[in-house]
């Protein structure tokens, strides 16, 4: 027997049948256990009672052993102990992201065990072109599961399933050998511009719309399948099959080519309202039906670990792997938001604001995207601001060596000193007002051509007022997005936050008071990876459905409320914040034809 741990329930029954023993975790070195026990309940008996353990059974779910002990006196002679210990299950959830894949194990209760993360490069040939190669995610993922089933220590045996969470819209091409053709083209991929407009004119605006319920778009999947037909014809001849990243990931696990709703959702080519891949789309822009895997539940399997996987990277063969989730709804269900009117706000380098549905909302003026969740009968409204936090960094990059320097010196983070100088400046900052729009905007604008700007800036104006001009600037943003939801005949009962922002207490309470939203922050800040582990919880069969499974392995770790004085105070200055990209507009596309 090994030193592991374990965990769960242990269970010691005398030859009268009479339990003379229940409790916990023990360590399945037998002199610790017998010990543990000895020490723990009154000396039922003790390590000179235990005359020898002669049967030990290891199975996948359990541990079993038969002791002989003569505890009970000589009259009784030597009496035989018999128990057994429920080996904790496990679930894997892996986050194949952008700039990295991380790993997690944790046990049923949402507790982490183990985490592992390993980067990889981001491919730019060409100006606004970003690739990455899918050799690179399957190799990350091989090396960070090898890391969290050396470091845990646990049976492969105990990991009852395997959840994704992926980055959305990229697109991998295979061929016919399932090999794959060229570098995957990202979300963040800018060279389809022109397609996403040939592909509007050529469907027709209220048609894509009715199809597939958003516009086209340069993230999206399916304008890089046309841009490849157009670009590389020759690469598009060899193409047979066209998945998403974590798709490819888990075929490599599994060696099945499968999607699952939320991530098809993403790639413009699926009826987000029936659930099927859109022929309106597909014939309309010649791309072969064929190409398209199979649309599967999250929650559902779609595979096991196959056994070369499993020489290669410790996990069990025939550990079933779930259809895990799009970053953005694993992250949701990491976070519990699977219900109605649940949102979760990520404060991360964009912002995000996603509002689960009960049924496909769809904002007629095209400012939020529609999607499917991960959850089933479940979709979300989601609106994406490309420089949230982004705008933070960007000022502490550029403006804060005097921060960064007393960061140093106090042994902090720089974000907590930019927070302190935040909350010494009064709401509203004084009628300075800051567009975090440093990137473009996605939601609730739609502009490529919009750029940041400070507006109000007076001889009053210090760095405090600057900092705090930026975190009110941001989450004027995000409500921008939410009262659109709010739009759609959304009632916002609670706000989840998530992300680097999330962490500061003065901007949850910013959040608060602005969104006009209770505030809650959970204990795991895991996001995607737990949400593809609770996935996996429900496809196993370890828990009934994503609801019971979030009940049980999330938990909340602290609320705030709105203060109705702040409420109150920021009305005005959000009401002047919504004047301000209307009347600047055409000058920011000035800005951009002069070099911005």
Not at 234 to 249: A, G, M, Q, T
Not at 444 to 454: L, N, S, T
Not at 533 to 545: C, F, H
Request: overall charge positive.
């Amino acid at each position: 027997m090994s030193h592991r741990q374990f965990s769960g329930i242990l269970i010691v029954i005398d030859d009268q049948n009479e339990v003379i023993f229940r409790g916990g975790c023990f360590s399945s070195h037998f002199n610790l256990f017998f010990g543990y026990v000895a020490a723990r309940h009154d000396h039922k008996f003790g390590l000179g009672e235990i005359t020898e353990v002669y049967e030990i059974e290891v199975r996948a779910d359990n541990l079993r052993f038969t002791v002989r002990t003569d505890r009970f006196g000589k009259q009784n002679g030597i009496k035989t102990i018999t128990g057994g210990v429920q080996v904790a299950a496990h679930l894997l959830g892996i986050d194949v992201g952008t700039s990295g894949t991380k790993t997690i194990l944790v046990d049923l209760k949402g507790e982490v065990i183990a985490s592992a993360a390993e980067s990889y490069p981001l491919l730019t040939p060409k100006p606004g072109w970003t690739e990455q190669d899918p050799e690179d995610w399957w190799r990350a993922t091989k090396k960070t599961i090898r890391k969290v089933l050396k470091v845990s220590g646990v049976n492969a045996k105990s990991i009852k399933g395997i959840g994704f969470s992926g980055q959305m819209h990229g697109s991998v091409f295979l061929n016919r050998d399932h090999e794959v053709v060229r570098p995957c083209l990202l979300w963040n991929d800018n060279r389809t511009a022109e397609v996403c407009e040939e592909v509007t004119r050529h469907i027709g605006q209220k048609a894509l719309h009715k199809a597939v319920s958003n516009p086209c778009l340069t993230g999206f999947t399916l304008p890089k399948v046309v841009w490849l037909k157009k670009h590389e014809p020759r690469s598009f001849e060899k193409v047979r099959h066209v998945i998403l990243p974590k798709d490819y990931v888990r075929f490599r696990l599994t060696g099945e080519i499968l999607t699952e709703v939320s991530d098809a959702a993403g790639t413009l080519m699926y009826d987000v309202r029936n659930n099927n891949w859109s022929g309106t789309i597909l014939d309309g822009l010649g791309i072969p039906r064929e190409f398209l895997p199979e649309v599967r539940g999250s929650q559902e399997v779609c595979g096991t670990i196959t056994r070369m996987v499993a020489k290669e990277t410790g996990l069990a063969e025939g550990t079933p792997c779930v259809g895990g989730a799009a970053d953005q709804p694993a992250g949701a269900v990491g976070t519990g938001v699977v219900n109605h009117g649940q949102v979760m706000c990520s404060l991360g380098t964009s912002g995000v604001v996603f509002a689960a549905t009960g049924a496909p909302q769809v904002d007629p003026k095209e400012r939020l995207h529609t999607f499917n969740h991960a959850v089933p009968d479940t979709w979300y409204l989601m609106g994406c601001m490309l420089s949230a936090g982004g705008s933070l960094a960007w000022y502490r990059d550029h403006f804060a060596d005097s921060e960064r320097r007393e960061a140093r010196k106090r042994k902090i983070d720089v974000y907590e000193i930019l927070m302190e100088k935040a909350a010494r400046a009064p709401i509203g900052s004084e009628g300075l007002f800051f567009l975090p729009y440093l990137t473009g905007e996605r939601s609730p604008h739609k502009d490529p051509y919009a750029r940041g700007a400070f507006v109000g800036l007076s001889v009053r104006s210090t760095p405090d007022h600057l900092i705090r001009s930026i975190v009110e600037g941001v989450t004027f943003g995000l409500r921008d997005c939410l009262e659109v939801v709010r739009q759609q005949k959304v009632n916002v009962s609670e706000v989840r936050a998530t992300g680097g922002g999330a962490r500061s207490p003065f901007w949850r309470q910013v959040l608060a008071d602005v969104l006009q939203a209770p505030i809650a922050i959970l204990e795991s800040e895991e996001g995607g990876a737990m949400g593809g582990a609770i996935l996996a919880s429900v496809g196993s069969g370890e828990y009934k459905d994503v609801q019971q499974a979030c009940s049980k392995m999330l938990k909340v770790k602290s609320r705030v409320k709105p203060r109705k004085k702040n409420v109150a105070a920021y009305e005005p200055y959000y009401e002047t914040f919504t004047t301000l990209y209307p009347t600047l507009k055409r000058s920011f596309r000035m800005c951009v034809d002069l070099g911005a």
